[in-house]
């Protein structure tokens, strides 16, 4: 027997849903277009104001206005007829350098959009997907979403969580930060401590690329530089800090990562690992948070995972106690969450 209300309540919840999924490329416009930036901080606008302000057509932009105000993105007054980027939406939208700027994430979802032909296929065959073979430039988005994170928390946060890394870093250590991709973790790290030297390894070429030329690009890196390499088969030895940010579970061989960091270290070297803020059971994930995380682990980090060496596909909410299980595997013996933030964990591990 159907329960009428419930169905009502559902339908109600899947027009809030499919309304989310049409703001997606609204958002990007306004991105990449500078709609946002445009906005902030100048007060209430009409669309006349705004679209000459942004140099658009205003019809367009009136249309984008209102999509963006019943959003709650934006406010509307019907009496002056204005529309206003507020402070708080500013810093998510508007404002690249704040620890909330969710840009990244918006180009993150767009490009897998475009990888869904080949996760249904990887869905009946059991296989993988190359992180290299995902459209767009998901690579570019992913550091985008992330950098923000790192930003506010690298140097401030984690680092200082670690027992004793912070005066070798200042004293001058070796590191390697592996799984880098476009470079953001290591630049971050790197500019914090002028007298470590930083070694970026990426299994993915275009990835490398993408730091090395930041790199040639930006002053105050001198002390980085960028490798392929995979996680179980880089070159640095005698290593006083081993960093992986958001990696590990997407690995195929996690176990043999991890051997290989183990003899990379000195006997006092640390490994720190930043994962994704999870539960040990499902239920404890069932939420907005987990929700993106699982979505985001369906479309990218188990197809990843099963496209390589093993596939052990661990995914993105494996939780604490199957990530320490595995670390364990690779002959560590002290393994302890020393921070966390509202999305992630902070690992330490020692021989």
């Known amino acids: 027997m159907i329960d009428e209300k419930k169905l009502k309540q559902f339908l ?3 027009v809030v ?3 989310a999924a ?3 490329p609204l958002v990007r416009i306004g991105l990449r277009l500078g709609l946002y930036k445009a906005m902030d901080g100048v007060g209430p606008m009409t669309s006349v104001e705004f679209a000459t302000k942004a140099n658009i057509s205003e019809r367009y932009a009136r249309e984008w206005l209102a999509q963006n105000a019943a959003s709650g993105y934006l406010t509307y007054d019907p009496a002056s007829r204005r529309f206003e980027l507020p402070p708080e939406q500013a810093m998510v939208f508007a404002q690249e350098e704040s620890p909330f700027f969710m840009g990244g994430g918006f180009d993150a979802v767009a490009a897998l959009y475009q990888t869904q032909p080949l996760i249904e296929g990887a869905f009946k065959s059991g296989g993988g997907v190359d992180w290299g073979d995902h459209a767009g430039c998901l690579f570019c988005a992913v550091g985008a979403m992330l950098r923000p994170r790192y930003a506010a928390n690298i140097v401030q946060n984690w680092l200082p969580a670690l027992d004793g890394v912070i005066a070798k870093l200042e004293q001058g250590a070796k590191v390697a930060d592996i799984g880098c991709g476009t470079g953001q973790s290591t630049f971050i790290m790197a500019r914090a401590f002028p007298n470590s030297t930083f070694v970026g390894y990426d299994f993915h070429e275009p990835s490398v690329e993408h730091a090395k030329a930041y790199a040639r690009q930006n002053d105050g890196v001198s002390n980085a ?7 179980k088969d880089f070159s640095a030895r005698d290593l006083d800090l081993v960093t992986c940010f958001d990696v590990l579970h997407d690995l195929g061989d996690p176990v043999g990562a991890a051997a290989h960091i183990h003899r990379s270290l000195k006997p006092d070297g640390t490994w720190m690992l930043m994962e994704p803020l999870a539960g040990d059971a499902t239920e404890d ?3 907005p948070v ?3 995380a699982y979505a985001f682990s369906t479309m990218a ?3 990843v995972s099963l496209s390589q060496e093993l596939g052990m596909a661990l995914g993105a909410q494996a939780g604490q106690a199957k990530l320490t299980e595995v670390i ?3 002959g560590f013996t002290q393994v302890r969450r020393a921070a966390e933030t509202a999305v992630n964990m902070v690992l330490e591990a020692r021989h």
Do not use: H, W
């Not at 530089?225 to 995979?230: N, Q």
């Open 12 to 14: 109600g919840k899947m």
């Open 17 to 19: 849903e499919l309304g």
């Open 22 to 24: 049409m703001s997606v």
């Open 225 to 231: 530089r960028f490798e392929i390499a995979k996680a």
């Open 285 to 287: 994930n069932l939420g």
């Open 290 to 292: 987990g929700r993106l």
């Open 301 to 303: 980090c188990v197809p």
């Open 328 to 330: 364990k595997a690779g």
